[in-house]
């Protein structure tokens, strides 16, 4: 009887252990208990996805091609997303989706904070200042009375205007730009977008109106103060699929001819770009800068003026030689142009 005893006492203390959990099932237990769940998962990692490709996309030094030209001017929005995904990640202990998103953030703020960071500006009273104006007229459909008045108002010296027709030159005219702004070039004049022109206070001299992109781009030699500067009204094609490979082209024979001229330079318009854009940093080199980006005021966006979709690109620029000072940005809506219009004060000789 006692060893029959013993006996029952060991099979009583074997059944009343739990039976051991196979590892599989452990690991798959420890999943199910993450927060949200795996549609959540799956929708943090579809968005993280977006974080990290468009974050890639910015990173590559060419965008020559679709989808990228057309994808990488929105760089600056992907920031609240990459940190609205990192958080949640975070909370939702996705460790590495926060990673690889927090990876991203810091890539994107670094491309984005230099615009929010002021520049030195230009001492009052300065000498060799320039006033430049640059707007787009929309095929022609801007209001150019308006167009006048802005240039009374900015007190500037020189006005590029791009997608200038023949109806809107006539337009000019007649609201009085030759009464403040007496000198003028312009090239491609006539219907649509391929017009551009430049008018100045002061005598424009050298012109250069040579057929070299499909939009015009003429440019000019104005005196500052004793200090011979040359001034391009910039307009390259804009990056749509069917003619991305035209864009770059324009955008690389444009850093080509600015890099070879060796007068002080400003160029203004619209260049269809952004900084983000590869192609835009490659007219800037190690030579110009953006004068938005130098000025520190935050992003100046410009494209598209409209009711129904938010102003959300930065295409409209003016870019001065790195040696150059630049104060007094203004972004300014011009009524019947898509584009807003951009005055800045450039210290073209320090």
């Known amino acids: 009887m006692t060893g029959d005893s013993s006996t029952m006492g060991e099979i009583g203390a074997s059944e009343a252990e ?11 237990s420890t999943r199910r208990k993450r927060p949200g ?7 943090l990692w579809v968005l993280g996805g977006v974080v990290l490709a468009m974050t890639l996309v910015r990173a590559v030094p060419y965008d020559g091609v679709t989808p990228l030209a057309q994808v990488v001017g929105v760089t600056p929005w992907v920031v609240p997303l990459a940190l609205l995904v990192a958080a ?7 460790r590495l989706l926060a990673i690889l998103c927090g990876v991203a953030l810091v890539a994107q703020i670094a491309w984005v904070a230099p ?18 104006l640059t707007v787009n007229a929309y095929f022609g459909q801007a209001d150019a009375a308006a167009v006048v008045r802005m240039v009374h108002e900015q007190d500037a010296d020189v006005l590029a205007v791009v997608e200038l027709t023949a109806a809107f030159h006539d337009r000019l005219e007649a609201a009085g730009i030759e009464a ?7 090239a491609k004049v006539g219907t649509g977008s391929p017009g551009s022109g430049l008018w100045s206070r002061t005598a424009l001299t050298d012109p250069d109106t040579s057929e070299w ?6 440019a000019a030699t104005v005196d500052v ?28 024979d444009l850093a080509r001819r600015a890099h070879d001229d060796p007068l002080p330079q400003v160029l203004l318009g619209d260049f269809n770009a952004t900084y983000d854009h590869a192609s835009f940093r ?10 938005t980006r130098t000025a520190g005021h935050g992003l100046n966006l410009s494209w598209p003026v409209g009711e129904r979709v938010p102003t959300f690109l930065d295409l409209d620029h003016v870019v001065v030689d790195a040696g150059m000072r630049v104060d007094d940005l203004d972004s300014l809506v011009v009524p019947g142009s898509d584009h807003r219009a951009l005055a800045v004060t450039v210290q073209v000789a320090l």
Request: charge should be negative; glycine fraction near 10%; charged fraction near 15%.
């Open 37 to 43: 769940g795996r549609a959540v998962g799956l929708g």
């Open 225 to 252: 103060d004793g200090t011979p500067v040359r001034v391009t009204a910039v307009h390259p094609v804009p990056p749509l699929p069917e003619i991305t490979g035209v864009w770059h082209q324009e955008m690389a």
């Open 180 to 186: 403040v702004m007496p000198h003028h070039v312009d």
């Open 115 to 132: 615009f929010f960071v002021p520049g030195r500006g230009i001492e009052a009273g300065a000498q060799g200042t320039l006033r430049v």
């Open 282 to 291: 490659a007219v800037l080199g190690d030579r110009f800068h953006d004068a």
């Open 88 to 94: 949640a990640a975070l909370v939702l202990r996705r």
């Open 18 to 28: 739990p039976p051991a959990t196979p590892p599989d099932v452990a690991s798959t």
């Open 213 to 218: 992109s499909t939009f015009a781009m003429p």
